[in-house]
């Protein structure tokens, strides 16, 4: 008998400057719906859900647990959903009411690592040890200690270990507490050069022709998405960025136009 089913269209849910990933989540989750929710935006994955459970995540370089736990931190980007379609794998095998537990801990946890290491630019060098105890360390601990010269900055050694930032920022918050580690005098010189006021005046201004007040929202939103401020955004960033906020505007010719006049400013030096 000849497969009659209806591929349903995708259904767009939201928008991640607007509402939070969870409450778009909730009510699939609790109608026990089967499909594909998408991430269109800077950055893009998906999640599967099969009957109300979470079974396959991925983004463009992760998949499983993981891929869901960076997903649910996004901050920009469209939500659609696409019922009634099944991941060609299962990269999740950890119930949902479990793995959503993990998540709200990881919450927790990732405010406490910023509090102690608040920019991935900061260094670290080994400590004196006062107390006299031995300490057991792992493998991935010893790595860190080994790199921890006062030099390089906790995003260097994350990028020599090839290890994702949480990973990194989370040993490192290790062993700080263990007292194996402390900040340096000071945080390394950066030798990039910072985006000037004019520059945001700019944006805001182009920004607020085509989005009006809410203009000055999307680009704090985005400098968040950027763990950035309008004092510490990098002239090395300044095109992405405009290039996310351009993403923000609804209407594609308006976008265009938008990261088009900002370029010509970025070229002028300005």
Same mark, same amino acid.
């Given at each position: 008998? $000849?497969?009659?089913? &209806?591929?349903?269209p995708e259904v767009v849910l939201g928008d991640l400057t607007q509402v939070r990933?969870?409450?778009?989540? $909730?009510?699939?989750? &609790?109608e026990k719906k089967t499909g594909r929710v998408a991430f269109k935006g800077k950055e893009e994955g998906e999640i599967y859900l099969e009957l109300g459970n979470i079974s396959h995540a991925k983004t463009s370089d992760s998949v499983g647990e993981y891929a869901f736990f960076t997903i649910?931190?996004?901050?920009?980007?469209k939500i659609l959903f696409e019922p009634d379609v099944f991941p060609t794998e299962r990269t999740i095998s950890t119930p949902?009411?479990?793995?959503l537990l993990n998540?709200?801990?990881?919450?927790q946890e990732w405010e406490k690592i910023k509090e102690a290491i608040p920019s991935s630019n900061v260094v670290f060098r080994?400590?004196?040890?006062?107390?006299?105890?031995?300490?057991?360390i792992s493998a991935d601990q010893w790595n860190v200690v080994a790199l921890s010269n006062g030099v390089k900055t906790v995003s260097e050694i994350g990028k020599a270990l090839n290890w994702d930032e949480y990973k990194i920022l989370k040993t490192v918050f290790q062993l700080v507490r263990m007292g194996l580690l402390e900040k340096g005098e000071a945080q390394r010189?950066?030798?990039k050069r910072w985006v000037g006021e004019n520059f945001f005046i700019t944006v805001e201004n182009e920004l607020r022709r085509v989005m009006g007040p809410v203009a000055p929202f999307v680009m704090d939103d985005t400098l968040t998405e950027f763990r950035e401020t309008r004092d510490s955004l990098p002239q090395d960033q300044a095109l992405s960025f405009i290039e996310a906020v351009g993403e923000q505007i609804p209407n594609a010719q308006k976008a265009k136009e938008f990261v088009r006049v900002m370029k010509e400013?970025?070229?002028?030096?300005?």
């Open positions: 008998m $000849k497969d009659e089913r &209806i591929v349903m990933l969870f409450d778009i989540l $909730k009510p699939l989750l &609790i649910m931190e996004w901050k920009m980007g949902t009411e479990q793995l998540w709200s801990y990881r919450i080994l400590s004196l040890q006062k107390d006299g105890q031995d300490k057991n010189p950066v030798k400013f970025l070229a002028l030096g300005k």
